[in-house]
């Protein structure tokens, strides 16, 4: 049985509608289908969505950060000595 909902649930679209290699918005990680057909989904499927939305926004922040620190291990940093007496 689902919940009844006292509010729309708003669209998390940000008006960027950019999408990456996957399909998927860049800014609210929604695929084509679920951008095109929100106003026709219900509550239910709407919070579904925005789950999925989640994950791939947690799963992106994840590669990212793994993209970045495999980058420092290939260029690691080296420290500047003070050379003033």
Excluded: H
Excluded at 7 to 13: H, M, R
Excluded at 44 to 53: A, I
């Amino acid at each position: 049985m689902d919940q009844i909902e006292f509010f729309d649930i708003p669209s998390p679209c940000k008006r960027v509608c950019v999408t990456d290699k996957q399909g998927y918005c860049i800014a609210c990680y929604r695929s084509r289908e679920e951008r095109f057909s929100w106003l026709t989904l219900s509550d239910s499927q709407k919070q579904k969505v925005l789950r999925l939305c989640k994950q791939r926004a947690l799963k992106r922040r994840y590669l990212l950060s793994k993209q970045q620190r495999q980058q420092q291990d290939l260029n690691p940093v080296t420290p500047q000595f003070d050379l003033n007496f």
